[in-house]
């Protein structure tokens, strides 16, 4: 019998999990953090079929200026996906706008193509993108770039863990598109170097993960420093009582665009490994490391220093790791990033705030080596894979007490 059966875990493609009723092993709580029920990092996979969803559009039926119609066509874009086939029209309008959607949907074309083809359009439009985390940032700053090629657009990028000199000198440039993360676009503001007054467009993405992640008050401050007349736009994968408070104080006119299909996490193999201590722990992700199913893994910790000694660890034991954690210097994180990306390496170890917003294609398994603090971290870690309807394996790593 295979090893990885003799230990009861479910990451083989070719068993399915729940083939007998799953024993979920008895937890010690954590140390910190909410209790969770291993029971519930137990769960076959349930994919939603994409309902056949025919567009209204095709991106060339969209009215906008010739270069932005060139860079889409560049960009290999033909089809809209559902969010940016409902969204670019209502934008164009002049509307605000109300997202539902996950990462992965296509939602940053979805408003970048309105914001781009006004800029293009109207030489007094400008606009700021808020984003939750520098990573997501980045990314919505490389789809700007090569969708406004050829534009004279001005942009400018503003994350934390960058250094001022070169941000500083994109603001002198006076840009007409500002991407960003709330923290270091308010220290702009706070140093002048940022004037919001004119500013007459405005994205802020990932509004929920926005809110838990503490920047309600900054993302007030920030609203409020905008010129009073504009078009919004939010994004937020989930609409609780939170988003649509905050956003109803802003956009009580918003139209809302849904198109959240289930839960990323329906296709989801999800299963528990058990151990019983340090050395037996680590044994066990050996094993799953090397395991040829596991094609490109996540593996998540609770800690800074987690995340350091499991990299020594795992280089200790001769494997090819990225790790990524908020001490990390931005260059690190964005070099440890891009080797992920491209598959250059394919195990990251990071912790929840590293790789929150990060957009990675065919993760094949998340792994919780440390517990997540709470069961949205856990929802939220595990929706890294099984993305863009392919089937995807997290699991969890539970001591037996
Ligand atoms: P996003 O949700 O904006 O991060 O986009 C997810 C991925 O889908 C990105 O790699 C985009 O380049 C890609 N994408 C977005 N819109 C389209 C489209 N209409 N056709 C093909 N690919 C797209």
């Known amino acids: 019998m295979p090893s990885n059966q003799r230990r009861g875990y479910a990451y083989k493609?070719?068993?399915?999990?729940?083939?007998?009723p799953p024993r979920a092993p008895r937890a010690s709580k954590p140390k910190h953090g909410q209790y969770i029920d291993p029971v519930r990092f137990i769960k076959i996979a349930n994919p939603v079929k994409a309902e056949d969803y025919t567009p209204k559009h095709k991106f060339a039926d969209f009215n906008v200026d010739t270069r932005l119609m060139n860079s889409i066509k560049f960009k290999g874009y033909e089809t809209p996906t559902p969010i940016q086939d409902q969204t670019i029209?209502?934008?164009?309008?002049?509307?605000?706008?109300?997202?539902?959607?996950?990462t992965g949907t296509g939602?940053?074309?979805?408003?970048?193509?309105?914001?781009?083809?006004?800029?293009?359009?109207?030489?007094?439009?400008?606009?700021?993108?808020?984003?939750?985390?520098?990573?997501?940032?980045?990314?919505?700053?490389?789809?700007?770039?090569?969708?406004?090629?050829?534009?004279?657009?001005?942009?400018?990028?503003?994350?934390?863990g960058s250094s001022y000199g070169p941000q500083l000198a994109d603001?002198?440039?006076n840009p007409n598109i500002v991407v960003g993360t709330p923290g270091r676009i308010k220290d702009h503001i706070e140093q002048r170097s940022l004037d919001?007054?004119?500013?007459?467009?405005?994205?802020?993405?990932?509004?929920?993960?926005?809110?838990?992640?503490?920047?309600?008050?900054?993302?007030?401050?920030?609203?409020?420093?905008?010129?009073?007349?504009r078009q919004s736009f939010y994004f937020s994968a989930t609409m609780d009582n939170r988003v649509s408070g905050l956003i109803a104080g802003f956009s009580p006119d918003a139209v809302t665009?849904?198109?959240?299909?289930?839960?990323?996490?329906?296709?989801?193999?999800?299963?528990?490994v058990p151990y019983t201590d340090k050395a037996n722990k680590l044994e066990a992700l050996h094993t799953l490391l090397i395991d040829p199913v596991v094609?490109?893994?996540?593996?998540?910790?609770?800690?800074?220093?987690?995340?350091e000694r499991l990299e020594r660890d795992l280089r200790g034991r001769g494997f090819d790791v990225a790790a990524m954690h908020g001490g990390k210097t931005q260059g690190a994180r964005k070099r440890a990033l891009d080797a992920f990306k491209k598959g250059d390496v394919t195990i990251m170890i990071a912790t929840d705030v590293a790789a929150r917003g990060i957009d990675v294609a065919d993760i094949s398994h998340v792994v919780n080596y440390?517990?997540?603090?709470?069961?949205?971290?856990?929802?939220?870690?595990?929706?890294?894979?099984?993305?863009?309807?392919?089937?995807?394996?997290?699991?969890t790593f539970v001591e037996q007490g």
């Open 13 to 20: 493609s070719s068993r399915t999990p729940y083939s007998r």
């Open 89 to 102: 029209e209502l934008g164009l309008e002049g509307k605000d706008v109300i997202g539902i959607a996950n």
């Open 107 to 160: 939602k940053t074309a979805a408003f970048l193509v309105p914001i781009l083809h006004r800029l293009m359009t109207d030489r007094s439009a400008k606009a700021l993108i808020v984003a939750p985390t520098r990573e997501l940032a980045q990314q919505i700053e490389m789809e700007r770039r090569t969708l406004s090629k050829g534009a004279g657009a001005y942009g400018a990028l503003l994350i934390g």
């Open 171 to 173: 603001l002198r440039r």
């Open 196 to 229: 919001l007054g004119r500013f007459n467009i405005v994205v802020l993405d990932e509004v929920d993960r926005m809110l838990d992640m503490g920047f309600v008050n900054d993302v007030k401050t920030l609203l409020s420093k905008l010129a009073p007349q």
């Open 257 to 272: 665009v849904s198109v959240r299909q289930g839960d990323t996490s329906d296709n989801v193999h999800q299963d528990v």
């Open 295 to 307: 094609t490109k893994t996540i593996v998540f910790e609770s800690t800074q220093r987690g995340v």
């Open 370 to 395: 440390g517990m997540p603090q709470t069961y949205e971290d856990y929802t939220h870690r595990i929706g890294r894979a099984g993305r863009a309807g392919k089937i995807g394996y997290a699991l």
